[in-house]
């Protein structure tokens, strides 16, 4: 392996998969490097509305998620207290992980990039007009060290890419839950194709939707105390779906799940001497309908700009102007997110604003379209 970079981005995720594109699209010497094997199954509503579309297109990726058999979703499903509020969905998509994150790493490649999966990586000291990252290559290969004029850290929510008492790593608030999914195989028709199911219980919500597989996929957050009860996650997922009245799906009592680590969360610093931070490590709340997945998409397809004005001279000012632009694609979209969970964490609330959303429903369908809306300044991309 080449021992200079002009960028290499660590995580080929959501966030990292479309940053490795647009930067080689762009004649750039890109290293995408993920600690896992591809394809993957993660954590994940697999959900993407209009303006993740606004982002992939803003890249040069406007077919992806269609080319890939997608499912169309244009209705959203709340259930709490068995009471059901139907609401439409702007256009939005289903679509697995696996299939997502692996056609990116495949524009990825063809665009020019260079991929190493099972290596993990961790950002040393800066060197002459660059920074050095540390490379574990698997079946025990030596470690290896390289450099790269920037460095972009999409790790996921908890990476160990940094130090965990640096200022840009991220700490989670207190209370924060913890998230859960698993997917199934459930051929009912309680869960048709084309809607997210939201069931809101006392202790966390379980959304579901199906994916392009049909298989029946669920994306969880849980107060932290109660998938620690009898039963586990599962357990505790049957009991938010009782709550809200939805049915319970075939096989879920013999479900796997994963956890991650506490959802909200926010990291001291976006940036620091020559990389940047995008997706999940920047900072990250409990979404409902697809944000997550755009607030990561709308980092990658911003960051290029800035890692190619940083091939030259680093300067505190580019730090500043990315922080900016993080602020405003991601970071102050997610205050509606924060204020939502943090509003439907209180029964008394919940019972009002469900009984105002029924009774007047032009109310929460402002909210969904408001989630959903395209950034003005990704138009402007």
Not at 22 to 42: I, Y
Not at 228 to 252: C, I, Y
């Amino acid at each position: 392996m080449q021992k200079s970079w002009d960028v290499i981005v660590i995580g080929a995720g959501v966030a990292g998969g479309l940053a490795a594109f647009d930067c080689a699209r762009r004649g750039l010497r890109v290293l995408l490097v993920e600690k896992r094997s591809f394809p993957r199954w993660k954590v994940c509503g697999c959900c993407f509305n209009a303006n993740a579309l606004a982002a992939l297109t803003a890249a040069g990726l406007p077919d992806l998620i269609s080319d890939q058999g997608a499912v169309p979703l244009d209705q959203l499903r709340i259930g709490w207290n068995g009471m059901a509020l139907n609401l439409r969905l702007p256009a939005g998509w289903a679509l697995s992980r696996e299939r997502f994150d692996q056609a990116l790493v495949n524009a990825a490649e063809t665009a020019g990039a260079t991929v190493r999966f099972e290596t993990s990586a961790v950002l040393q000291e800066t060197s002459t007009a660059g920074r050095m990252v540390q490379l574990r290559p698997p079946g025990g290969a030596p470690v290896q060290r390289i450099k790269a004029r920037v460095v972009l850290i999409a790790a996921g929510l908890q990476h160990q890419v940094l130090a965990h008492f640096h200022e840009a790593s991220s700490k989670s608030t207190p209370k924060s839950r913890i998230g859960a999914g698993s997917f199934i195989s459930d051929d009912s028709s309680s869960y048709e194709f084309g809607a997210i199911h939201m069931a809101i219980g006392r202790h966390g919500y379980v959304g579901l939707v199906r994916r392009e597989d049909g298989a029946l996929n669920m994306a969880a957050a849980f107060d932290r105390d109660v998938i620690k009860g009898d039963g586990g996650v599962a357990r505790a997922a049957e009991v938010v779906l009782n709550q809200a009245g939805f049915a319970l799906p075939q096989n879920l009592e013999s479900s796997r799940w994963q956890l991650t680590s506490a959802l909200t969360r926010r990291a001291g610093l976006f940036s620091g001497h020559r990389f940047f931070l995008l997706g999940d490590s920047s900072g990250y709340v409990e979404p409902f309908t697809g944000e997550g997945m755009a607030w990561a998409l709308a980092a990658g397809a911003a960051v290029a700009p800035f890692v190619e004005e940083a091939q030259g001279e680093w300067t505190k000012d580019l730090e500043q102007r990315w922080r900016r632009r993080l602020v405003d694609l991601t970071i102050s979209r997610q205050r509606l997110c924060r204020l939502l969970s943090t509003l439907l964490r209180q029964p008394l609330t919940t019972k009002a604003l469900f009984s105002l959303g029924c009774q007047w429903p032009a109310i929460p369908q402002r909210i969904i379209i408001r989630l959903n809306q395209v950034s003005p300044s990704m138009k402007s991309s």
